[in-house]
Nanobody, 119 residues
Framework: QVELVESGGGLVQAGGSLRLSCVAS????????MGWFRQAPGKEREFVAS????????YYADSVKGRFTISRDVAKHTLYLQMNSLKTEDTAVYYC????????????WGQGTQVTVSS
């Protein structure tokens, strides 16, 4: 069992920045990849970014490339998402997710943190 708790969401003006964090607890000794997803009102959940267990490889959705940076502190079991140059269309609930290294499906999800970008 893995528990994920996000924090760092809030209200920010367009062009501003926010940093999300996600702390993992429980069965954290396995090698695991991490990802960020988001869901805007009336839309399906979408992939934002992911990072491998080693932190060496990252992936981003085209919509956030060059603006968002995913990182992790393996020792602290903490995942981050630095969001710069925020746009109103980035408004969503952001979720962190866990999957065992080498697998395809994310098996644990956080409760989400709201990010609202005003114009």
């Amino acid at each position: 069992q893995v528990e994920l708790v996000e924090s760092g969401g809030g209200l920010v003006q367009a062009g501003g920045s926010l940093r999300l964090s996600c702390v993992a607890s429980g069965r954290t000794f396995d090698l695991y990849d991490m990802g960020w997803f988001r869901q805007a009102p009336g839309k399906e959940r979408e992939f934002v970014a992911s990072i491998t267990w080693s932190g060496r490889t990252t992936y981003y959705a085209d919509s956030v490339k060059g603006r968002f940076t995913i990182s992790r502190d393996v020792a602290k079991h903490t995942l981050y998402l630095q969001m710069n140059s925020l746009k109103t269309e980035d408004t969503a609930v952001y979720y962190c997710a866990h999957r065992l290294a080498g697998t395809r499906e994310y098996d644990y999800w956080g409760q989400g943190t709201q990010v609202t970008v005003s114009s």
